[in-house]
């Protein structure tokens, strides 16, 4: 008897309102992006409307085609980009930050660019983690963006 009820309560609660809340989910590959919340990646347009991306990868992937994922946008809609610093991991302006590329660190999409506050940090993991380069968010071509998924 007690295992029934037990089975009850649990199913109440597993189809409850509050656990069937919709998850965000990247608009770029469709994962869960509130279980990557020190990748994530924000594009935020004039209208205040945002976009927000499991990891830096996909941030750039957005921005780089903002038709295909904003219909009705461009990127001079777009009035900030955001990523998450490796080390402190707080929220820095994604123009601003150094990226390491093909490092030995995988992210929520496999490889993808780590982004870094400084340009010491970044020479600093691209040495202890056996980075390729480092780049600057406009080097991130779209070409070296979509080479990250075949590495």
Not at 38 to 44: K, N, R, S
Not at 66 to 88: C, F, H, R
């Amino acid at each position: 008897m007690q295992r029934h009820v037990f089975a009850i309560i649990l199913l109440l609660l597993v189809v409850s309102p509050a656990f069937a809340e919709e998850r965000a989910r990247c608009p770029v590959c469709g994962m869960y992006i509130d279980a990557y919340h020190d990748w994530q990646g924000t594009v935020t347009f004039n209208d205040a409307t945002r976009a927000v991306m499991d990891g830096p990868k996909d941030t750039f992937k957005y921005y780089l085609d903002v038709k295909k994922y904003a219909p009705g946008k461009t990127a001079a809609d777009v009035a900030s980009i955001t990523v998450k610093d490796y080390v402190t991991k707080k929220e820095i302006d994604a123009k601003k930050a150094f990226y390491v590329i093909g490092s030995d660190v995988f992210g929520p999409m496999g490889n993808e660019p780590i982004p870094f506050t400084t340009e010491a940090d970044a020479k600093q993991f691209l040495r202890e983690h056996k980075g390729r380069k480092i780049i600057r968010f406009g080097e991130g071509t779209s070409k070296l963006i979509w080479s990250l998924d075949h590495r």
